[in-house]
């Protein structure tokens, strides 16, 4: 895997955990976005991505990082022409976003492999993946909110008493809904964390959660409202909760559907059920090959829409680019001549 979730930016170190405070809006859906028309592509571009991500080696963080990319491209531009219907257009787009994150995540993803399956075009694929990676100026290592977990963790007292898997689900199965992307990344890293400690250590969930807004990284408001939102999720979506195994010399414990509903009914006894908790026992055979452990749980997206994105209505004059302009190396388009100018291995990285 030459793409690490905590620390996409290259000459990474933990001092610089600043750098990625100030390049963070940069990796944001463009404001406006979640109560824009593009929330019907995207449902149908949800559908594809969680469906063709499907795996024998599931990580969460490939489909996620190709929701990403899809965000950050369709609330910025509009979607590109490339066959004669939109919808199968924005599943061509669904798709290319998932490989772009599948080839960043993995090298050993097999790209004629999944044309195959799903039966795509490779000079179609070719030709929505430049689309993309030039509306996003090739920008691909995402700054996400995975990025700004451990800073948090490490600001409050129990932050290292809860699982990294717990903190990494609670972020990736909130993304189904659109108005996450109202949010900065560090908001809802910071509102993962906070979340986790209420529903695992309630008792003294409000003394960490002054301790973090103490610190001036995140504003109160915004905070407020993603911690609202991020704690229906984990009661909706009933989110696996861990706590971790080495902190404070107590077991890992699982807290699981019974435990979230009834968190869910009152905040202040859903932290413990003191004697009742099953123990989640470590298998160290679990980690197989390359399989990112932190990152491996069934995704629960789209559990919150009762509509089936196979029977949205896309009105086609809403989302219809102009026809895109004749390859003209005098065009002034840099990225594209650049483009056709890479060898041959970089165009089989980035590209297919």
């Not at 219907?85 to 290319?96: E, F, K, P, Q, T």
């Not at 795509?120 to 990676?133: N, P, R, T, V, Y």
């Amino acid at each position: 895997m030459n793409f690490h979730h905590d620390y996409p930016l290259p000459a990474y170190k933990e001092e610089q955990f600043e750098k990625y405070f100030n390049v963070e809006t940069e990796w944001m859906a463009d404001e406006g976005y979640a109560e824009s028309k593009e929330v019907t592509l995207r449902k149908v571009a949800m559908h594809v991505i969680l469906r063709n991500s499907k795996s024998d080696k599931l990580d969460a963080f490939i489909p996620y990082l190709a929701m990403n990319i899809f965000d950050r491209f369709i609330s910025r531009h509009q979607l590109p022409t490339v066959l004669d219907h939109v919808r199968d257009d924005i599943v061509l787009a669904a798709n290319s976003c998932l490989t772009l994150a599948w080839k960043m995540r993995d090298n050993s993803f097999s790209v004629p492999e999944f044309l195959g399956k799903w039966n795509l075009d490779k000079d179609l694929m070719l030709k929505m993946e430049l689309q993309i990676l030039m509306g996003l100026k090739w920008q691909m290592r995402a700054v996400t909110p995975i990025c700004f977990v451990r800073f948090f963790v490490e600001m409050i007292p129990i932050g290292k008493g809860i699982e990294r898997r717990t903190l990494n689900e609670i972020i990736i199965q909130t993304q189904d809904n659109i108005s996450f992307t109202r949010f900065r990344p560090s908001v809802i890293a910071a509102s993962a964390v906070l979340t986790a400690c209420r529903l695992l250590y309630n008792d003294i969930y409000e003394e960490n959660k002054k301790i973090l807004l103490s610190r001036k990284y995140v504003e109160e408001e915004d905070l407020e409202t993603c911690l609202d939102e991020t704690y229906e999720k984990c009661i909706e979506k009933k989110i696996l909760l861990l706590r971790d195994v080495w902190f404070g010399e107590k077991p890992k414990l699982e807290i699981g559907a019974a435990e979230i509903a009834k968190a869910g009914e009152t905040s202040s006894s859903g932290s413990q059920r003191s004697g009742k908790e099953p123990i989640q026992e470590q298998n160290q055979d679990e980690a197989e090959g390359d399989i990112d452990q932190e990152m491996n749980f069934e995704l629960k997206w789209m559990m919150w829409s009762s509509d089936d994105p196979e029977d949205l209505t896309i009105n086609s004059p809403d989302f219809r680019t102009l026809p895109p302009a004749p390859d003209d190396p005098n065009d002034g388009t840099v990225e594209a001549r650049n483009y056709f100018d890479l060898c041959a291995p970089c165009k089989s990285c980035i590209i297919l």
